[in-house]
Each structure stands twice: as C-alpha cells, then as structure tokens.
C-alpha cells in the first residue's frame, strides 16, 4: 500500500495555474519534512521544495517566486500551489516524505502526478 498519494496534476495552458495535493496515510506526518520532487521525460530527477513539521521552507531556484508549498497537519495533506506555469515545468511530480540531516533524505514517495503545460 502506497503511504503517500498525489492528485491534482493534469494538462494547463502556459501561464496558469495547478494546485497538487498529497494525502499521507501514515500515522506520523507531523514529524516528517514534507517535498515535492518532479522529474522530466529523459531527465534526472530534482527536488522542487521541501516543508518541515514548523513550516520551514526551501525551494529549488527555478520555482522561486512561482511556487508555494504549504501543509494541513490537521488534514495529513502537503500541497503544491504552482503559478506561471512553463513549458520547461512538464513533469511527474513526486510527494516525499521523510527527515532532514544536514541534507533532506527522502525515505517515503508517492506514485507522482502528470503535469502537462501547453504552448
């Protein structure tokens, strides 16, 4: 059984707007570091932001300013509210979960999520 689940992917014009979710079944999200990660047809995969138990944030430098993660502890849920969307942000994006040790280690993933931009 998948721990982690994304929804909220599709297919948007250049310039708009997704909102993903990701819904953790287990019973310790309020402990884990939350991110997201995406990964490209033909590329590695890259981290995109990451959210800890107290709402602190970092975000990779190519969505700053586009991209906004945020956490419900009530609702177990990490989302991913993305603006200005781009070609160059075509993707399956991937919900982690895990701790943070001088570097974030990613031990939960989700299954990801399609996100399609059009021109």
């Known amino acids: 059984q998948v721990q982690l689940v994304e929804s909220g992917g599709g297919l948007v014009q250049a310039g708009g707007s997704l909102r993903l979710s990701c819904v953790d079944s287990?019973?310790?999200?309020?402990?884990?570091?939350m991110g997201w990660y995406r990964q490209a047809p033909g590329k590695d995969r890259e981290f995109v932001a990451k959210?800890?138990?107290?709402?602190?944030?970092d975000y990779a430098d190519f969505v700053k300013g586009r991209f906004t993660i945020s956490r419900g502890n009530a609702k177990n849920t990490v989302y991913l509210q993305m603006n200005s969307l781009k070609p160059d942000d075509v993707s399956v994006y991937y919900c982690?979960?895990?701790?943070?040790?001088?570097?974030?280690?990613?031990?939960?993933w989700g299954r990801g999520t399609q996100v399609t931009v059009s021109t």
């Open positions: 959210i800890t138990p107290d709402s602190s944030i």
């Open positions: 287990g019973s310790n999200f309020n402990h884990l570091v």
């Open positions: 982690t979960g895990g701790y943070y040790k001088k570097t974030y280690h990613a031990a939960l």
